[in-house]
């Protein structure tokens, strides 16, 4: 149904979580005149909260990002690249369940979970699922030795799709092997699990946070639920009786143990799954269902585990395994909404009624997010500058950009430049750090340090190489004799020397990568070693190799 894509495109992009509304109704005036960083445009996406921390009694936000927060910041990291692969999965996957033979679909499915780990390697395994299991839940004529046969294929392709990538890719995730007590550290499978996967020691997600988080979506997967139960047949349905015992006695059990997602979003995952094995539904009603049962079953596993990263707790994984379900419940539960609201209605009418005007309330709260986040971010849209998000760069530092543009047109494909190291999220004097590479897409010898850490947290021999590479960069800008300069410049084949504002004056006192810097004095050796001035404009120079 067309109206059932424009719901999903509505809950994909369109659409806040429900803390928005709720800090409306609680101080709607405090709400609307606050900050973009201190109001729901920035803690929209910090709801969940860790605490309860047997090492830390401080607690730790953690990070539910959804797409319109993503899109409104503009902060292209990985997840948000690969967004339109991990959308693609889905298309791919119906595809499968549907004709589970067909080779183009096959090979297909197979390049884009291959391509998926070197976008963004948390999508792949989720990819790699929904994939598998759509394949080999298909009801359609093929014999389970093909869709076996199929599976493996899908699986081959992608291992080798991915190949390039992973053969030198060094995962920074995993606990460091002398922490892992012995015998399990030596076992094959197990050790690198338990380096692999911490468990949750500390308090979960509450019943609020979840709901502020997930209400919308809870809604409508529970929505599918009763509609997937009315499709059952008569004699698999469960009595009332027993249902009511048994989300009774769940829920107990989740109030017990302070584990709310067990009742919310693990038992209706279960009922979801076993009822996708049962006939009288269609392959694309199995679809959603199997769908949502692993969106919601990731949603459970996130509060028993974590991936054991640079940050030691739930934050990151969090994080993006958020992110994947938002967007996968907003394709599937968003596509089938009008069908299952509309055979909810035509068999019950008061809770198809009820569904319909609380989904419609939620929407409407939901759908506040975006035009108060995007108006405080732009400042009430005072300066509208289109979607070029460079733009700015021309405004606080014209030289600057005009630099940048210098070397986009003229660097060669093996060029490097060497600019401040930066710190993450770093500005000074409005400049962003590393805005050289960031914004011609040149290397240089070192980005932003703390993410350099994490990215590189898996290999210790890079890992030993970052401070090394700092401290090497800062001498080259603090005035370090001709004889070393000349040497750091041929052993990392620098091309350009970019000697602008943060060059000159520092980074300030928040960043320490460079504090102190003798522009002139730099300036001076690269001369006298044979460096001319390619550019120049304003107090910014770039020096190329002779």
């Not at 730790?60 to 967004?83: C, Q």
């Not at 209400?215 to 469960?238: C, D, I, K």
């Not at 989904?359 to 997010?369: C, K, N």
Request: charged letters at 15%; aromatic letters at 10%; proline letters at 6%.
């Amino acid at each position: 149904m067309a109206s059932g894509g424009a719901v999903a495109a509505l809950l994909l992009v369109g659409l806040g979580n429900l803390y928005t509304p709720w800090q409306l109704v609680k101080s709607p005036e405090a709400t609307l005149d606050a900050s973009w960083w201190q109001g729901i445009g920035w803690r929209a996406s910090r709801v969940i909260v860790d605490s309860g921390f047997p090492w830390d009694g401080e607690p730790r936000p953690t990070i539910n990002e959804f797409p319109a927060f993503s899109f409104v910041l503009g902060d292209l990291h990985p997840h948000l690249l690969g967004l339109p692969l991990l959308l693609l999965v889905v298309a791919l996957a119906l595809a499968l369940m549907l004709s589970p033979v067909n080779l183009w679909t096959l090979f297909l499915a197979g390049l884009v979970v291959g391509s998926s780990y070197a976008v963004n390697s948390w999508d792949m395994p989720t990819a790699a699922l929904i994939s598998l299991v759509a394949l080999l839940a298909s009801r359609t004529a093929a014999r389970p030795v093909s869709k076996l046969l199929g599976a493996g294929s899908l699986l081959l392709i992608a291992a080798i799709v991915s190949l390039p990538f992973s053969r030198r890719y060094v995962p920074s995730f995993g606990a460091d092997a002398a922490l892992v007590p012995e015998p399990l550290a030596s076992l094959p499978i197990v050790g690198s699990l338990v380096r692999t996967l911490g468990i949750v020691i500390w308090s979960r997600s509450s019943l609020g946070e979840l709901l502020l988080v997930h209400g919308l979506f809870l809604l409508l997967g529970w929505a599918l639920a009763a509609y997937v139960l009315l499709r059952l047949p008569e004699r698999m349905r469960p009595t009332p009786a027993v249902a009511i015992a048994t989300i009774g006695l769940v829920a107990a059990l989740a109030f017990v143990a302070r584990f709310p997602a067990l009742v919310l979003f693990a038992l209706p995952a279960v009922f979801l799954f076993w009822s996708s094995s049962a006939p009288g539904l269609s392959n694309p009603e199995r679809f959603v269902a199997i769908v949502t049962g692993i969106c919601w079953s990731l949603i459970t596993a996130v509060e028993i585990f974590y991936l054991q990263d640079a940050f030691g707790d739930r934050m990151n994984t969090i994080f993006k395994v958020y992110f994947q379900v938002w967007a996968l419940q907003a394709v599937v539960l968003g596509g089938a909404a009008p069908v299952v609201i509309a055979r909810l209605l035509a068999h019950h009418r008061w809770l198809g009624t009820g569904i319909l005007v609380t989904a419609g309330a939620l929407v409407l709260g939901a759908a506040t997010y975006l035009p108060i986040s995007a108006y405080r971010w732009t400042d009430g849209f005072a300066h509208w500058t289109g979607l070029d998000g460079l733009r700015y760069l021309e405004e606080v530092a014209p030289d600057e950009m005009a630099a940048i543009a210098w070397l986009r047109a003229q660097a060669e494909r093996n060029a490097v430049v060497v600019e401040a190291p930066g710190c993450s999220y770093g500005v000074t004097y409005g400049i962003p750090h590393n805005r050289v590479s960031m914004a011609s897409g040149i290397p240089t010898i070192l980005g932003w340090g703390g993410h350099e850490y994490q990215w590189r947290r898996g290999d210790p021999v890079n890992l030993a190489e970052l401070e090394q590479r700092r401290q090497e960069v800062a001498s080259i800008f603090n005035g370090a004799d001709a004889g070393s300069i000349e040497a750091l410049l041929e052993r990392y084949r620098v091309t350009f020397v970019y000697i602008g504002t943060l060059e000159r004056y520092g980074l300030g006192q928040q960043c320490t990568t460079l504090q102190r810097a003798d522009a002139r004095g730099l300036q001076h050796t690269l001369e006298s070693i044979g460096w001319r001035p390619l550019f120049a404009r304003g107090e910014v120079v770039i020096y190329g190799r002779p």
